[in-house]
């Protein structure tokens, strides 16, 4: 089975501060995503990736950084953590672009 | 106007029923369409794939509607365990432009 892993499932971070949102696959899949999920908002993308190195902005990315050093892991970064950006952060990678298979999320608040 | 919009429910039926839920999308060049099952606090998973032709899981059935896009779901003879919200995505012509729905909550009761 596809193994989504994340390394917290819940934050709380104060405004300002920089926060870093870790993600882990152990399947080799070449695409990683980063997702928020607000309610009646549903999944709105942050950041995707397709490779090492590679990274293009989703529909939301202002706020946002993200970084893949290595194949397994996608960082979600946020500069200067504000209270607009408390959420669940989900992650997901895929082989193919529709059977994505997502982490268990991390609920961040910002205070 | 959302690219992809549900009703958020709440889908409130009792074991054994039958519900049916839709899900309309505003990009004509979307190509592929999906469910996804997601439980309280848990992630969404992949649910089954809605093809042309429409598709059937047990007692889930898939349907596509490209002319008045929308796609919708069937549960036959509910469960406790479909207690779930159900979301829908979208995919457009290039495979990486993915849109899911806010999702439709439902819930079963015995």
């Known amino acids: 089975d596809v193994k989504v892993t994340q390394s917290s499932r819940y934050l709380v971070k104060r405004t300002g501060e920089k926060v870093f949102l870790e993600c882990v696959q152990d399947?080799?899949?070449?695409?990683m995503f980063w997702y928020r999920q607000d309610p009646g908002l549903g999944l709105r993308l942050i950041y995707f990736?397709?490779?090492?190195?590679?990274?293009e902005k989703g529909d939301i990315p202002e706020g946002y950084s993200v970084s893949r050093e290595k194949k397994e892991r996608f960082s979600l970064i946020l500069e200067s953590a504000s209270t607009n950006q408390t959420s669940m952060y989900l992650c997901?990678?895929?082989?193919?672009?529709?059977?994505?298979?997502f982490g268990p999320g991390t609920r961040l608040t910002v205070l | 106007r959302k690219e992809v919009e549900q009703d958020p429910g709440p889908f409130n039926v009792p074991e054994g029923a039958t519900v049916a839920f839709n899900c309309t999308y505003s990009n004509s060049a979307s190509q592929s369409f999906f469910w996804y099952r997601q439980d309280c606090r848990k992630e969404p998973k992949l649910l089954m794939s809605?093809?042309?032709s429409g598709n059937e899981d047990g007692r889930f059935t898939a349907q596509l509607n490209r002319a008045s896009q929308y796609i919708s779901l069937l549960i036959r003879d509910s469960k406790l365990s479909d207690s779930a919200t159900y979301l829908c995505v979208v995919i457009a012509y290039n495979n990486n432009d993915m849109r899911f729905g806010a999702g439709t909550r439902l819930t079963v009761k015995p």
């Open positions: 990736s397709y490779d090492v190195k590679m990274k």
């Open positions: 809605v093809y042309s």
């Open positions: 997901a990678s895929s082989l193919k672009a529709y059977e994505q298979f």
């Open positions: 399947m080799d899949h070449e695409n």
